[in-house]
């Protein structure tokens, strides 16, 4: 009997790999695949991004000149740094995360939200907590379909006064004998797989991609020995997700003439969207462009036109106020700094199961390289 069920069991993870392997050409080589794997792995929380910026910085080394980290970590790469002219192009490295803050006297831990973490999504869920003494292994426990507390009509829902972990301590003090301490960061433990015809799967991608992508445009510049008639400035910032903290800081500092930025934006073709409100975008069709207040209209009107003078496809949103984005923070920034936000679409944002599409990797890479090499500190981008 059990090697009748053996045979009718899935292939194994050794097989079922093979089957997600690309076929066409592809410009992410094989290193750059391994440091996106090993950058999205490693924990990145708003306010602790330390780890993950030096692995960022260790892989853009070659590529650039020189570097410096500002006081709350945002991560700067400079190509050029003699030059007068500077554009930058930006992405935010920080993960949204949990904070422990209140441990029972039975060695359960409550907790509190660092960004924008969605409470739906945690029951179950598998964790790690950041203690003084190392991580900690955790779960979101849930009690069981039949025990939970509540009327027949309305079933409990998760939310963070009634979400708490089990990390196997069962008083307080084991709990801090474990190291574990109040305002402990805690991250979810998923991390980076590959899904058939050509997906990515994983937590953290917002805005991860973003940073890989950026250090991508590096290598791409270097290795192709393009030299700009400017500084730039590669950019991975902090705490986006609690207020776009740590553009504003580093947009004051390097003062930039330009500003690229790219982030995620929601793949709005699963069930639940509402298309009337979010508008059309979808994995697999070219990064998207914005209208918004804060997208300076020459500038977007440029990226445009590189994107279809060099075929790469592009979709489009409109943002209203604001683009909630660093963008915000960059176009607002000193005199204010002509900025442009590309985009790249993902499914189930803020979710342990983030997904992309290779196709929109590479595309939202050449187009950030292609406009950096027609931009020239003589573009125009004055609107009168």
């Known amino acids: 009997m059990a090697k009748t069920i053996r045979k009718r069991l899935a292939p194994s993870p050794r097989s079922v790999s093979?089957?997600?392997?690309?076929?066409?050409?592809?410009s992410i080589t094989k290193n750059a695949l391994e440091f996106f794997r090993n950058y999205v792995n490693n924990p990145s929380p708003v306010g602790f991004e330390t780890s993950g910026q030096q692995l960022w910085l260790k892989y853009l080394e070659p590529y650039i000149d020189n570097s410096f980290v500002d006081p709350y970590g945002t991560a700067v790469g400079v190509i050029r740094p003699d030059a007068a002219f500077k554009i930058v192009i930006e992405a935010h490295a920080d993960e949204i995360s949990w904070f422990v803050n209140y441990v029972t006297?039975?060695?359960?831990?409550?907790l509190k939200r660092n960004g924008g973490v969605d409470p739906q999504i945690?029951?179950?869920?598998?964790?790690?907590?950041?203690?003084?003494k190392g991580p900690v292994k955790a779960v979101f426990g849930w009690p069981a379909i039949h025990t939970r507390l509540g009327n027949e009509q309305k079933d409990p829902q998760p939310k963070p006064e009634n979400l708490f972990l089990d990390c196997g301590a069962r008083s307080r003090k084991e709990v801090e004998t474990l190291g574990v301490h109040i305002g402990a960061v805690v991250t979810y433990e998923d991390g980076f797989d590959e899904l058939a015809n050509d997906h990515f799967v994983g937590r953290a991608f917002d805005n991860r991609i973003g940073g890989f992508m950026i250090a991508e445009v590096a290598r791409m510049l270097s290795e192709n020995k393009k030299r700009l008639p400017y500084g730039l400035y590669i950019v991975?910032?902090?705490?986006?997700?609690?207020?776009l903290r740590g553009a504003e800081m580093i947009s004051r500092r390097i003062r930039p003439n330009i500003a690229i930025i790219t982030d995620v934006t929601h793949d709005t073709t699963t069930p639940m969207i509402n298309k009337l409100i979010e508008g059309e975008v979808?994995?697999?069709?070219?990064p998207s462009l914005s209208y918004a207040p804060a997208v300076h209209n020459k500038l977007l009107a440029f990226v445009e036109k590189v994107a279809a003078d060099k075929k790469i496809?592009?979709?489009?949103r409109a943002l209203s106020r604001s683009t909630g984005t660093d963008t915000d923070s960059f176009a607002y920034s000193n005199d204010g700094c002509p900025s442009v936000l590309i985009s790249i679409p993902l499914r189930y944002m803020h979710t342990t199961?983030?997904?992309?599409?290779?196709?929109?990797?590479?595309?939202?890479?050449?187009l950030m390289y292609e406009t950096l090499l027609r931009l020239t500190p003589k573009t125009n981008l004055r609107y009168m």
């Open 18 to 26: 093979t089957s997600t392997r690309r076929t066409k050409k592809t």
């Open 105 to 110: 006297p039975e060695g359960l831990l409550y």
């Open 122 to 132: 945690a029951p179950a869920q598998r964790v790690i907590i950041h203690g003084k």
């Open 236 to 243: 991975n910032a902090v705490q986006e997700e609690i207020g």
């Open 313 to 316: 496809p592009v979709q489009w």
């Open 282 to 286: 979808q994995l697999g069709k070219g």
């Open 353 to 366: 199961v983030e997904m992309l599409h290779r196709d929109d990797i590479e595309n939202t890479i050449r």
